[in-house]
């Protein structure tokens, strides 16, 4: 892809429109009243009702499926069935699961690719993903393997840990702090972790077994970690809301940013803290997914535009029924057995992010 240099009103790769539709996003021209936010809360209302559908499905498909009566009244009436056992112990906690893990790499997404400039950003640039891999495999080459709810606090330790990391070293210099920097220290970190996690499992049996089973992505029998990290779910969420209006306003360049009251250093650390927060979350709870935080920022902004007062819940609202989507069908294609979710979301998110990349030129940021 061929770049230019960014300008000082309007990065380049935003588009002939990017620049109004932030202004309207901000208010400072006409149209940011009822009727155009009539199109956006429609769609929103359509994805909402899509989560709802496909959360039917996921309670209800299986190695033994069942109707929907079956399934309400396994949770609000159980009576100690197979069946009520099965939704209640398995699928319900496994779909709730998809549900926060798919909405927090939506947002993360769309916060990562808003704050870099990079349409082709995903969550696990900034070294998240590979700091909490470094962090499961280097105790269990030490101490040996350890339990699931021991792992889910190493993961969300090793994370935090490698974006504090690079935001730190990302801020030194005079240009720290910049998307680009952050991008490159991001890189960095990334494949300096993986050679250290390279070199410890090919030492120590057992945290190759660790490593196998954590990097398959998966909601399945995972619902533990969730159960004391939704709290942060919330929180990463509600930042992530608070700095949409900012966002906004950073669309247009730094410069303009700042003439509008913008302050771009505390607006990007409110960003990223929320970033880290909601794949932190994601990255412990379901282990590494690919694909999704790529692919849902191009669907949503396709769908809805450029104001991510509006981009960020409907990018909640898409990766979660596409997360929980990609968990129904590897169950479907896979009977008795099953697909883990990671693996079906890159199958189905590879293609579909080489057709819209193709069609749409990448839809810009």
Partial sequence: MTTTPQSQTAPPDAGPDAAPAALRALGTLPGAGAGSRRRPLLVLVGLACAVVVVSVLSLCIGSASNTVAEALHAILSPTGTVMDMTIRELRFPRTVTALAVGAALGMAG????????????????????????????????????????????????????????????GHVGRRGGSPTTLVLVGAAVTALCTGIVSGIVLLSEAALETLRFWQVGSVAGRSGALEVLWPLVIVGAVIAWLNATQLNALALGESVATSLGVTTARARGVGLAALVLLTGVAVTVAGPIAFLGLLVPHIVRWAIGADYRWLLPAAALTGAALLLLADVVGRVIARPGELPVGVVVAMIGAPVFVYIARRRKVVAV
């Fill in 110 to 169: 769309t916060l990562v690719q808003g704050h870099t400039r990079n349409p082709i950003a995903e969550p696990g640039l900034l070294g998240i993903n590979q700091g909490a891999a470094l962090a499961i495999v280097s105790t269990t080459a030490l101490l040996g393997p350890q339990p699931y709810a021991v792992q889910a606090v190493l993961a969300f330790a090793g994370a935090l840990l490698a974006a504090v990391v690079v935001f730190g070293i």
